[in-house]
């Protein structure tokens, strides 16, 4: 990100750019929701310490409307969550940056009259990052009675410093992390769970709109005649394709270019689509690189011995006859010997 300077100036819908005042909305109608909506700038705002420009967030959410951006960004300003700073380009230019609010200060002022106690379990949750830490791990660092380190969390909890969040993992053990922070993946499972129940259901239905935008490419190209221009122009990157199935609206929640990854690796190990890695077309001096994704129509049915899913599967060195990966359960291989 460019240097700007940022003046702390507060800020408020009528001084913000035309872009994202709502007598610039489009007539559009979103579907997310917008607490997806909310937590989206926030991970975005957290990605950049520096801020976030109005530009990177017409380009991050460009299916939403202006007026959602705007609602989504006063409702976070109202919460204290973010900053709206005014600030200056090198062209001139007058703009302003979204920036996740500072809370050090304040948290310090509250833990001010807390006991040192306190203020290590605040230092060890804040550490944690988005990652958060077990209440085992905290009560091992600091060596507190379990009676005593429950009173102690319970009391920054009420201060609205630190919360408690269950993972999908292990349900019935508490993670600490700070109030304002999201937790990670990995932590909540995502958008494939609810709650602690894996959404099954939503994943296939993803699963197969993904299949079918890329074999709906598949098939324009068919009429091509020299065969390296067909081939090259039958894929999809996965930046178009989450951007195409937001637009779609088959999801209520905002998927990610890496939770569409996830669903088309899916599609990998069932041989019904090919993956390719290429530089982007705006090189720069990182040289990144994307993802590029086509269907695969085999021209031949393949023998099923070549078929046989284990070659294949991520977790083959953790099936074992007793054990939660097991062949007596698995629906892939149940699939192959109905051949």
Known sequence: ?????????????????????????????????????ES?????????????????????????????????????????????????????????????????SSSSSILSGGDQMEKAVYQLVKESGQMGIWMRDI????????????????????????????SVHASKKKIYMLFDLTPDPSITGGNWYFGHEFESEFVQVLNEHCYRLLLDKFETTEHVNDPLIRKNSSYLSSNELVQLINESGISTV???????????????????????????????????????????????????????PCGICPVFRDCHDDGLITPKTCIYLNTWLDF
């Open 1 to 37: 990100m460019t240097n700007r300077k940022a003046k702390s100036e507060p800020t408020d819908v009528a001084s913000l750019p035309s872009s994202l005042t709502t007598d610039g909305a489009s007539s559009s109608n979103s579907t997310f929701d917008p607490v997806d909506l």
């Open 40 to 104: 989206a700038i926030i991970q975005l705002c957290l990605q950049s310490p520096n801020g976030v420009s109005d530009r990177i967030l017409e380009l991050s959410f460009p299916t939403i409307a202006p007026q959602q951006r705007v609602s989504a960004l006063n409702r976070l300003l109202s919460l204290n969550k973010i900053d709206l700073l005014k600030s200056t380009t090198p062209e001139g230019t007058s703009t302003f940056l979204c920036r996740i609010k500072d809370t050090t």
């Open 139 to 166: 009560r091992i660092k600091t060596q507190l009675s379990q009676t005593f380190l429950n009173k102690t969390l319970k009391s920054l909890e009420s201060k609205k410093l630190i919360k408690a969040v269950k």
């Open 254 to 308: 905002l998927l990610t270019v890496q939770d569409i990854e996830s669903i088309l690796y899916t599609l990998i190990c069932d041989g019904k689509v090919e993956k390719t890695t290429i530089y982007s077309s705006n090189i720069d001096a990182n040289k990144q690189t994307q993802n590029i994704y086509r269907a695969v129509k085999p021209m031949i049915e393949s023998a099923a011995i070549v078929r046989v």
